[in-house]
């Protein structure tokens, strides 16, 4: 069981407690945001072991979210979770450093898979 | 005393020459030497004749004398008075005795002839004595003032005096031996005859009576006559009636009785008493009027408390001061009181007294007192009309006036003139001041009718003016007067009244307006009711026809002889739809409008036509039904033209499917995503439950919560598929109540996978509550979606700003709903605008550009209107306005 912090972000509001719910089940520390801009002024940024965002979201999409966060320093492991998913998309996520890219629907395995290595790759270590 | 001279003369004439005559003889006889005897009788010659002469005493002492020279000179012893002899002594005494007796019966002879003589004398005196007593009582008789008659028992005159027959204008002649009573009235005859009789009844009495007498000329005499009888030598009684002209006396009288009658009269009428009150005595004089005023009984004794015992309480204190002030200074004086009467009644008394000085020089105050109630009555009557009359002319705004033509000014005019011209009434305003407020325009027509009045004479006339009032405002007033003529011919005033007219003026001008905007609206409605129908009807309460009024344009269409049918006989298709026909006539027997009912029936030619009508029920003020009024029209046009529409609209619903069908290809990937989504929470809360379950102490409670979240979410799913369902259905049209903002939110719930896909900020303004419209929902989403895909495929290339989308809903004033999409894109150009509604326009690479035709067709068959609007700012809106869904009444 860890007990690192993971944040979802996802304007879906069904989807993000599904989320949450899931990984919750599975003994992590969970923390939602209905968007990037939400995520972005939580006090516990830098806390985060691991994102856990979708792509598609309104002002903000999930890959302008890494873009920001790794502008500001921060290197914690994205995993990218989308409803259009094509290469495009993947190709650009991937490149800017997502560990993982799962379409919905995801199966609960596939994404704590992700999550574990994730974490492991990551260390432990929220920071960089 | 003369007597007794003359008696001693005579008897000293007497003595002397006896004496002398005695010596002579005793001479004679000493001479002749006689005897004793023969002288003696010598002597007593002697003495009887001087005896003659009448004095007794003379002749005595002669006897004496003469006895003595007998004794002395011839009885023996001569020379002595002694005789001797006793012959000689008895010649001697029988001497004496005879001397004396002799001188006795000679002085008694000539007593008695003396006498005799003195009784012829006084008879000779009587009888003139008497005959002018007579001519004196006869004088007296004739001439004495007053008429004497003499009449027998059967009223015949014996005897008239001069003065009384003159009086009475006869002759004396002709009045003796005629009956007295033709000198009395007729009337007063039978009257004369009883007082005649009266009289003879008593002889001793003397009666006394006032008559009139009948003068020969016929005029009247008044007489007081006094009679008594009398007996008559040979017992025979008459009248003796004494007249006294008393006419002038009776005219008097009868004056001052007529002036007394009418003085008590005057007083009586004129309710005026007069009084007198002799201040020192305290005696005073009422007259009858005094008693009746007061109220008191005529034997009363007059006294000034009696007056102040009878006066009002509240006015007593000031009688009695008055009384006490003519009592202390001898003045006229003048007062006014009030009676408080036994009957509880109020007089008014005006009294007025001067003060005299009576022939004994007392003070005493004559007066008179006057019942002034009436007048006060009407003074108070008149104050309270004249109080009266100034408030009603005050309510009605009227003043009266009475203008001089010659003085040109206001003779009089009452307090409500000046306050119509918006004076106080109690300030002294000049004409001038008063003609200033009259409107100028006005002040010409004015002098003209007021010259026409003086010179036409023309009894009434009325004119209308306006006053300028300080305040800016004006007054209209409303004058009819009068003109008065002078003695002299001339109009010399008019007389009339100013009213305040400017309520019922403004009143007037209200009721113009509103009868000319009745004109109008009756006109308009005419036009109205004209160019919506072709004709106009009206049924009565038995729903007969009595009334139809074909407009011109629509002549001719009319079958003739409908007057007096009933609509549903008129009607050729009540066999074909008799629940049509029920349902109207139930409508008809509840007196409720009906609109827009469709029948079929002939026209003037025999072809069938058919009529559309609304009608609705009219009343009298009382309530009660008096029939239809409504229009109708000939829509056999439209009717054809119906079936055409149809066939072109389900042309239209099947493009419309098609496009449809379409745009759900082009939102493919929206829905998926729309699907994907809850498939995807789905998943995620399975697993979750699974992890919960799994647990080493299974946490139950969490597992039932995903299962509920599951659950959700795939109603979620499902619900986007059914509308994707909806809008691929090629289903009939349904027009049923709807929500705009439902339909709106249908709309997002599919779109929004697109706006965020194209980073498009969605913002709506719905307005909360708006009423329902009538329409086919799929179609209406279709118009929306369409235009919120333009909206976002127009924002593709804005890149710079925000990609905003609104969507607003709200109601217009026309009742109509609007939905309005903007987009903040590239917009319309300017030469584009006019046609990016019509078919088959397009500025897309892709598409038919049937898009917004389809909208367009859609909306316009909802009734309603699709358009676009001018905005500020870049991108584009459309609009479309929904009339409101009514209750149709059919």
């Not at chain 1, 991937?94 to 790759?121: Q, V």
């Not at chain 2, 290809?665 to 994907?676: D, F, P, Q, Y």
Request: proline share 3%; charged share 25%.
């Amino acid at each position: 069981m860890s007990t690192l912090l993971i944040s979802v972000v996802d304007d879906d509001s069904s989807v993000r407690a599904a989320t949450d719910n899931l990984l919750k089940s599975r003994g992590y520390i969970v923390q939602t945001f209905a968007s990037a801009e939400e995520f972005l002024r939580s006090p516990r940024l830098s806390e985060t072991s691991c994102v856990v965002t979708d792509v598609q979201m309104p002002v903000m999409s999930g890959l302008d979210l890494l873009a920001e966060m790794r502008t500001r320093g921060y290197s914690v492991p994205f995993i990218f979770i989308t409803a259009f998913p094509n290469d495009r998309v993947r190709t650009s996520a991937l490149s800017a450093g997502a560990i993982g890219f799962l379409a919905k629907p995801f199966t609960g395995h596939a994404l704590i898979e992700c999550l574990d290595a994730a974490l492991e790759e990551n260390g432990g270590d929220g920071d960089i | 005393m003369y007597n007794q001279i003359n008696n001693f003369k005579r008897s000293a004439t007497q003595f002397t020459f006896g004496s002398i005559t005695l010596a002579v003889v005793t001479l004679a006889s000493l001479y002749l030497q006689t005897h004793f005897a023969e002288t003696a009788f010598g002597y007593l010659l002697v003495i009887l004749l001087f005896s003659l002469i009448g004095s007794f005493i003379a002749s005595s002492a002669l006897s004496i004398l003469a006895i003595a020279a007998l004794a002395y000179y011839f009885a023996p012893p001569a020379f002595s008075l002694r005789i001797e002899d006793p012959q000689a002594l008895l010649v001697a005494v029988a001497f004496f005795t005879v001397s004396i007796v002799g001188t006795h019966l000679n002085g008694k002879v000539r007593q008695e002839r003396q006498a005799a003589r003195e009784t012829a004398a006084e008879l000779r005196r009587s009888a003139a004595d008497l005959k002018d007593r007579e001519n004196w009582w006869r004088a007296i008789f004739e001439h004495n003032p007053s008429m004497y008659v003499m009449v027998d028992e059967a009223g015949t005159v014996l005897n008239v005096n001069t003065f009384g027959a003159t009086q009475l204008g006869y002759a004396r002649s002709e009045l003796i031996g005629q009956s007295v009573l033709g000198v009395f009235l007729e009337e007063d005859r039978a009257l004369a005859r009883k007082r005649i009789r009266t009289c003879l009844e008593d002889i001793t009495q003397s009666q006394t009576w006032e008559a009139q007498k009948a003068r020969k000329d016929g005029s009247v005499l008044w007489v007081r006559e006094n009679a008594k009888a009398m007996l008559w030598a040979d017992d025979r009684p008459v009248v003796l009636i004494a007249c006294e002209d008393i006419t002038e006396r009776k005219r008097t009288e009868l004056a001052l009785q007529r002036s007394e009658a009418h003085l008590a009269q005057a007083q009586e009428l004129s309710n005026t008493g007069s009084f007198g009150w002799n201040v020192a005595t305290g005696e005073a004089f009422w007259s009858k009027e005094i008693f009746r005023i007061l109220q008191l009984d005529p034997q009363t004794v007059p006294a000034p408390e009696l007056v102040v015992a009878r006066t009002h309480p509240d006015d007593r204190a000031s009688v009695q001061e008055t009384i006490d002030q003519a009592m202390r200074y001898p003045r006229d004086f003048e007062h006014e009181y009030r009676l408080l009467l036994p009957d509880g009644s109020v007089k008014h008394i005006h009294a007025r007294a001067r003060a005299t000085r009576n022939a004994t020089g007392d003070i005493e105050f004559v007066g008179a007192a006057t019942d002034i109630t009436a007048a006060r009555q009407a003074e108070q009557q008149l104050r309270r009309s004249e109080a009266y009359l100034a408030e009603a002319q005050h309510l009605s705004h009227t003043g009266s006036w009475s203008w001089d033509v010659h003085g040109l000014d206001f003779i009089y005019r009452s307090a409500e003139v000046d306050r119509l011209f918006g004076f106080d009434p109690q300030e002294t305003v000049s004409i001038e001041t008063i003609r200033s407020r009259i409107h100028p325009d006005d002040l010409p027509r004015l002098k003209e009718m007021q010259q026409l009045a003086r010179e036409g004479k023309d009894g009434r006339f009325a004119y209308d003016f306006r006053i300028l009032m300080p305040d800016g405002s004006m007054r209209h007033i409303h004058s009819v007067a009068h003109v008065v003529v002078g003695s002299d011919g001339n109009v010399s005033e008019l007389i009339g009244t100013h009213m305040d007219v400017t309520e019922q003026y403004a009143a007037r001008e209200r009721l113009e307006c509103t009868l000319a905007a009745l004109r109008e609206s009756e006109q308009r409605f005419r036009d109205y009711a004209e160019t919506a129908s072709d004709w106009l009807w009206e049924t009565g309460p038995d729903h007969q026809v009595t009334h139809l009024s074909e407009h011109t344009s629509a002549a001719g269409i009319l079958a003739t002889g409908l007057m007096g049918m009933l609509r549903w006989d008129i009607a050729c298709d009540v066999e074909e739809e008799p629940e049509k026909w029920r349902q109207h006539r139930a409508r008809l027997e509840a007196h409720l409008p009906f609109r827009d009912l469709v029948y079929r029936t002939v026209n003037r030619m025999g072809s069938p036509i058919y009529v559309r009508t609304s009608g609705k029920p009219f009343f009298d003020i009382n309530g009660h039904f008096l029939g239809y009024r409504g229009v109708s029209t000939d829509i056999t046009a439209i009717i054809r033209a119906d079936q055409a529409e149809q066939e072109l609209r389900k042309a239209q619903a099947e493009l419309a499917h098609v496009t449809r069908v379409t745009t759900l290809g082009e939102l493919t990937t929206s829905i998926a995503h729309e699907i994907n989504q809850p498939l995807a929470a789905i998943i995620n809360n399975a697993d979750a439950c699974l992890g919960w379950m799994n647990r080493e102490t299974p946490d139950l409670s969490a597992a039932r919560s995903s299962v509920d979240w599951i659950i959700e979410d795939a109603i979620r799913a499902s619900e986007v598929i059914r509308r994707v369902r909806a809008l691929a259905k090629k289903g009939e049209i349904e027009m049923l109540p709807l929500d705009i903002n439902d339909v709106v939110k249908d709309v997002i719930a599919l779109v929004t996978r697109e706006l965020i896909s194209h980073q498009v900020t969605l913002k709506t303004e719905l307005t909360a509550a708006l009423p329902a419209i009538l329409g086919d929902r799929i179609q209406l989403q279709q118009v929306i979606i369409n235009l919120v895909m333009n909206g976002i495929e127009a924002m593709d290339a804005v890149t710079d700003r925000t990609r905003e989308l609104v969507i607003q809903s709200s109601e217009d004033d026309m009742g109509h709903v609007r939905v309005a999409v903007t987009d903040s894109g590239v917009g319309i150009a300017e030469n584009d605008a006019d046609r990016v509604l019509d078919p088959f326009f397009t500025t897309k690479s892709s598409g038919l550009g049937m898009g917004l035709s389809i909208c367009r067709s859609i909306v316009e068959a909802h009734g309603g209107r699709l358009s676009i609007v001018r905005k500020q700012g870049p991108g584009a809106s459309f609009r479309f306005d929904l009339p409101l869904h009514k209750e149709v009444v059919s």
